[in-house]
């Protein structure tokens, strides 16, 4: 199909266009609207033009241009763009995705405070000290697979939070693309906020069992990111790592790795063990 052929030589656009429509669609849990594309057509022009200075390729224009008089399609319609996103999107979000929380993943907790005054205070997420391996563990994920890690936490309603945790984010992972970090206002579920809504094979982790509860009941693998301070009772039941771990990344990579698999492996074999059961149940009933 062409539009998958294409994929690689108009990614700069359809990342640009991705981002632009996603700005527009601010905090839609229910994903992007497209009629909003008709508005975004000559930025989506523009970046379009600008991608093809950079790689021109006349086959590939032509190419382009054919497939859309198949279709009665002009190249710069609605509904080519439409197709365009639609392909990308699939590419795109068909990968993993992983989502890290900051707070008491990325950044330590402080557990000595007594009143949450100090959370109001200029500089304070600014200066969380960080979790080391966390970070470190982060900027590999980064350098493996960057269109695949998000930014996934909570912020309260001081003025400073929300841009404290955007610069903090930028300094230590400038790779990071911005359009991924996804700060959500203190109350509201992380799951309402991901684009294109959690799919099975999205990884959130975490160190607070109530957004891990949620990611799993939308459908996403929950992964708990034990620290100092939050499994005293050991009451999650799941998949964890250790903020201590000097094999974090190894231990991150073996969940992603096994963890779908697993899971449909757990499926398939569910069935086949009750039909043994009743085959056995039988047999207790006629005294074997």
Known sequence: ML???????L???LEKGFSC???MRGSDPNGFNYDMLENSLDVTRRAYMDCLEVHFDHTLLERIERQCQ???????????????????MEERFAKQRYFFDMDGVLFKFDNTLTTLEPLYEEGYFRNLPPHRLAVHCLQELLTEAPDQIYILSHYIDSPFAEREKREVLQEL???LDPHNVILVPYGE???????????????LIDDYNQNLV????????????VNDINDRHGSWKGSRVEYDDPELINS??????????????????????QQKLEVLRSHADIGL
């Open 173 to 175: 992972f400038p790779s």
């Open 11 to 13: 990614s700069d656009l």
């Open 70 to 88: 198949k279709k009665g399609q002009q190249v710069f319609s609605a509904d080519f763009l439409n197709d365009l996103m639609e392909a990308y």
């Open 21 to 23: 429509y996603r700005r």
């Open 3 to 9: 539009l998958l052929d294409a994929f690689d030589r």
């Open 252 to 273: 991150l990579n073996h969940i992603f790795e096994y963890a779908v698999t697993s899971e449909d492996l757990a499926m398939t074999l569910e069935p086949y063990m």
């Open 189 to 203: 579920n992380k799951t309402d906020h991901v684009p294109l809504r959690v799919k099975e094979n999205d990884f």
């Open 214 to 225: 949620c990611w799993r009941d939308a459908g996403g693998y929950a992964i708990k990111f």
